[in-house]
């Protein structure tokens, strides 16, 4: 089945090249999934433990096309993307509703801010503004540090970033001045949520 965005371009999984990509070029294949797999499992565990109720969004997809094999079976093999996502997760936390995304950079000092998008920016903004939680948490790879940091300093560096000469990216420096390392264990995996007890409701 192929899945397009709504600019038309066609889905493919993480780690799947784009056709004729340079081999040179930063790899970003895999890139969140390991994140991913982390908060799934941590979220499943705070779940369990009654401790909050939080989801990984699901994105909502528009069906163009569909095959009928056989009368008792259905097989769509053509859709899209109806609209480009917000972020990855949101939930509630203590009475308050809690909103993040997730990325993973396999840059060793720093994350691009291409990795992140104007609407994701803006919907984070939002949240903030109504009295919501909202942040992104962070891994970086190579040290295998995992943080987390307030939406509000995204959004600091995201305006920056538009001026002329702006710096483009955001520094390992920064989480580790303005962001908070998310203690890892065996279960939950990645204990976000105690960062977020300290951070905000302390």
């Not at 769509?76 to 950079?105: H, L, M, P, Q």
């Amino acid at each position: 089945m192929t899945i397009y965005y709504p600019n038309g371009q066609p889905y493919r999984k993480k780690g799947e090249e784009t056709p004729h990509e340079d081999q040179r070029q930063v790899t970003y294949g895999h890139r969140g999934m390991t994140l991913e797999e982390d908060l799934n499992v941590s979220n499943q565990y705070y779940l369990h433990s009654d401790q909050a109720v939080i989801y990984k969004k699901p994105t909502p997809v528009q069906i163009v096309h569909v095959d009928y094999p056989r009368r008792s079976a259905a097989k769509i093999t053509e859709a899209y993307f109806r609209k480009a996502s917000t972020t990855d997760y949101n939930g509630v936390f203590k009475g308050k509703y809690v909103d993040f995304e997730a990325k993973e950079t396999t840059h060793a000092n720093y994350i691009p801010l291409k990795n992140f998008h104007e609407h994701q920016v803006t919907h984070m903004d939002r949240i903030r503004r109504h009295g919501g939680i909202g942040f992104i948490i962070v891994k970086f790879k190579k040290s295998n540090e995992v943080f987390l940091l307030d939406a509000s300093v995204l959004s600091e560096c995201w305006r920056a970033s538009l001026k002329h000469g702006g710096r483009k990216s955001m520094p390992r420096t920064l989480f580790l001045k303005k962001g908070h390392l998310i203690p890892q264990h065996f279960m939950p995996r990645l204990d976000y949520l105690r960062v977020v007890r300290d951070v905000y409701f302390n």
